[in-house]
Antibody
């Protein structure tokens, strides 16, 4: 079955960096775009970034552009999110989520499988 | 950025009742709208995509309708496990955005 498992969350001071990972199994990882979506405590969902199946295309929300970098290693079935210059407002549970559409077709932007999330807390 | 407004914020219903949730977009998104269910401490689950298509394994009591700017998620007869928060989400103009959520609670 499709599984996505996030790791790397924790408590970090403002201005510092953190790298999240998302390990995938149960499907052909290299055939799907993967997204990061976050949820601040008690709040709604916010899309963060997406990377295409082959890593050639990446898109970011304005709120993280220039600070966060999404990447993937298809040989390891793993997605990453490098988060730099962290701010208190980045505090959230970060989910990785698979795009509904696989293959070289354009990214669909609908999320059919989600991990359980990893909590990032930015606080001094 | 397309803003999605969900109503009502909270819907109080009894098991077996029909639930109707609304989502309005600030500009047309065609049929590029999805619905998700989220229970406390869990990740969201995809229910409906492209406005009216049920995702794999989703019971037939969940249905979606609408196009353009006005969309509806209907739960025909609420089961105990359906009490949760529901989010709509659009993906047009390549910036996915979510509504603020509707909480369906037990009356």
């Amino acid at each position: 079955q499709v599984q996505l498992v996030e790791s790397g969350g924790g408590v970090v001071q403002p201005g510092r960096s953190l790298r999240l990972s998302c390990a995938a199994s149960g499907f052909t990882f290299s055939s799907y775009a993967i997204h990061w979506v976050r949820q601040a405590p008690g709040k709604g969902l916010e899309w963060v970034a997406v990377i295409s199946y082959d890593g050639s295309n990446k898109y970011y929300a304005d709120s993280v552009k220039g600070r966060f970098t999404i990447s993937r290693d298809n040989s390891k079935n793993t997605l990453y999110l490098q988060m730099n210059s962290l701010r208190p407002e980045d505090t959230a549970v970060y989910y990785c989520a698979r795009d509904l559409r696989g293959g070289p077709a354009p990214i669909k932007g609908t999320f059919d499988y989600w991990g359980q999330g990893t909590l990032v807390t930015v606080s001094s | 950025e397309v803003v999605l407004t969900q109503s009502p914020a909270t819907l109080s219903l009894s098991p077996g009742e029909r639930g109707t949730l609304s989502c309005r977009a600030s500009q047309s998104v065609g049929s590029s709208l999805a619905w998700y269910q989220q229970k406390p401490g869990q990740a969201p689950r995809l229910l409906i995509f492209d406005a009216s298509n049920r995702a794999t394994g989703i019971p037939a009591r969940f249905s979606g309708s609408g196009s353009g700017t006005d969309f509806t998620l209907t739960i025909s007869s609420l089961e105990p496990e359906d009490f949760a928060v529901y989010y709509c989400q659009q993906r047009s103009n390549w910036l996915p955005t979510f509504g603020q959520g509707t909480k369906v609670e037990i009356k």
